[in-house]
């Protein structure tokens, strides 16, 4: 994504992502009893028995899976991941409380899940998690080959908000899903937005014509793919190009100019690398 970065800056990045998670936990999660999966959400129910502060919890409870990781993958395997659990317990012990949602359960599962989908999706874009289920997920996954590490992550947490329900309700639960939601959603565009792109693959009499047109008037390229519709028999060609999500409309058009009735198929392609997208 950045071309020769010094690591410095990634852990700069993978902090910042951390402290605003934990601004998330903070004020946003622990004060309405919103448990959302994750070493974090066992903190906030720890907290509503013992009142130990979550900064706390999630440091002791990260430790022993820090030492088995280490163990037995190596540090290498652990250190952005450990700086980055270092940096969220340490942002759940100075980040200020702000009461920012009071009691509303829809304003902190929604906002909660913004703004904590933003600081996931920054440590994820750095290849670093924040310990607890991901990398317990990741330990299991030695002993149950057969599962990924994404399977036993959702059992893990699934299991952490039925607790958190038994604890604040169901009522809380069902508003801790909704944060989740948002989470996953707004961390999977930071990690996927750059990459977006759309892909046409274009069935025309006139196919020449048309990718003339995508190669000269756009600019990009295109392939031309064998093929043979089933019903005539016929040998045609398939044209496949990628092009970016503003000049799909302009495809529309070309084709539309050369040939009103070809089969055009459009989707979504989540990462495209090589010239004229994303450079290895």
Same mark, same amino acid.
């Given at each position: ?143 149950? @080959?057969?599962?990924? %590490? $994404? /399977? ?8 952490? =908000?039925? &607790?958190?329900?038994? !604890? ?37 009499? @006139?196919?020449?014509? %048309? $990718? /003339? ?8 390229? =295109?392939? &031309?793919?064998?093929? !043979? ?52």
């Amino acid at each position: 994504m950045f071309k020769n970065r010094p690591a410095y800056v990634d852990y700069l990045l993978i902090i910042t992502g951390a402290f605003i998670m934990g601004f998330a936990i903070k004020n946003m999660y622990d004060p309405v009893g919103l448990v959302t999966g994750g070493v974090s959400g066992i903190a906030i129910i720890l907290k509503s028995y013992t009142g130990i502060p979550l900064w706390v919890s999630n440091t002791v409870l990260n430790i022993p899976l820090f030492f088995i990781a280490w163990r037995l993958q190596g540090f290498a395997f652990i250190k952005r991941t450990m700086a980055a659990t270092a940096a969220l317990s340490l942002s759940l012990y100075v980040v200020p409380e702000i009461n920012l949602v009071a009691d509303d359960l829809l304003l902190a599962g929604l906002y909660g899940g913004i703004v904590s989908g933003v600081g996931a999706g920054l440590v994820f874009l750095l290849q670093a998690t924040t310990g607890g289920t991901d990398l317990l997920a990741a330990l299991i996954r030695r002993k149950l @080959k057969q599962y990924s %590490i $994404a /399977q036993i992550m959702q059992v893990l947490d699934g299991i952490i =908000v039925l &607790a958190g329900a038994s !604890v604040f309700g169901m009522t809380r639960a069902f508003y801790a899903c909704i944060a989740i939601f948002m989470v996953s959603k707004v961390s999977d565009g930071i990690l996927e937005g750059m990459k977006f792109s759309k892909q046409a693959l274009i069935i025309s009499d @006139k196919s020449d014509e %048309i $990718a /003339q047109a995508i190669l000269y008037g756009l600019d990009r390229g =295109v392939t &031309a793919i064998p093929a !043979v519709g089933m019903y005539s028999g016929n040998p045609k060609k398939m044209l496949f190009c990628v092009v970016s999500r503003k000049e799909i409309v302009r495809i529309r058009e070309l084709v539309w100019e050369h040939d009103p009735k070809a089969f055009v198929i459009m989707s979504d392609v989540r990462e495209v690398l090589g010239e004229g997208f994303i450079e290895y």
